[in-house]
């Protein structure tokens, strides 16, 4: 039997990520892999979305100064910066235990990547500070090779975690995805596609639910972009069957 941990979009929130990982005894104080984590006995999933502040004050706490300019390059200078810090951490406790520690590729660690996409927010937060064309940095080589790797999802047996939802088409971050409403909706609308694609479960971000994890029994799925709300999904697993889940919760910390 393993344990799952899930854990939602980061949004650059790393203090928080961090806490969550160490309540959840997934990380220590060092940011380093627990023993659990190193046997395997514990699968830490991250589902996507590492990067960008979800709105202007974010980007002011993790920049430093006291109002966010995305027009400035030293405020996009300084929020890169802060990121790449950060994803270094991150990219160092995984690769002290790959087999354990799962980094699922969100759309905006793919607009890094892909810079013919420039985010926002409802807010009108532009995403810039890794787009040279608008101000911003490069990505380092090495943590460009690093998000390049990311699968796009992960299955233990019938169980799926996706950034957006069962649909491939919503793993594609391309005109169609940006122009489609149906990745911010489709868990409400249309929930049925969980059991469509053959899934005893599934587990899925991009979409923040304000009140924490959303969990959808009837339908089999979670929504867990909810580490605002500082909540994460555990799952107990049995990889040896068919239908490998045998329970769920959500866990605050």
């Avoid at 787009?131 to 080589?141: A, F, K, S, V």
Wanted: include cysteine; charge should be negative; charged fraction near 20%.
């Amino acid at each position: 039997m393993h344990k799952f941990l899930a854990f939602g979009d980061v949004h650059a929130d790393f203090d928080t990520l961090w806490s969550a990982l160490r309540a959840a005894s997934c990380a220590d104080a060092a940011h380093q892999p627990t023993a659990p984590v190193r046997a395997g006995l514990f699968q830490v999933i991250l589902i996507g979305d590492l990067v960008h502040p979800k709105n202007e004050r974010e980007y002011a706490r993790l920049a430093g100064v006291p109002r966010f300019d995305a027009r400035d390059p030293e405020h996009l200078f300084l929020a890169a910066r802060e990121q790449v810090k950060h994803l270094e951490a991150l990219k160092a406790y995984q690769d002290a235990a790959p087999h354990a520690v799962h980094i699922i590729l969100g759309n905006h660690d793919d607009a890094v990547l892909n810079t013919n996409y420039v985010l926002g927010t409802s807010g009108g937060v532009v995403h810039t500070e890794f787009d040279p064309d608008h101000g911003g940095l490069m990505l380092p080589d090495h943590l460009r090779v690093w998000m390049q790797a990311f699968p796009r999802e992960i299955r233990v047996g019938t169980l799926q975690f996706a950034h957006v939802s069962p649909l491939p088409a919503h793993s594609h971050y391309d005109d169609l995805f940006y122009a489609d409403h149906s990745p911010k909706r489709w868990f409400r609308e249309t929930p049925e596609y969980v059991e469509m694609a053959g899934l005893s479960f599934g587990v899925y971000g991009h979409t923040q639910i304000d009140d924490g994890v959303l969990l959808d029994q009837e339908h089999r799925l979670a929504m867990i972009d909810a580490l605002h709300a500082r909540e994460y999904l555990e799952l107990l697993v049995d990889p040896q069957h068919r239908t490998p889940l045998h329970s769920v919760r959500t866990v605050p910390f």
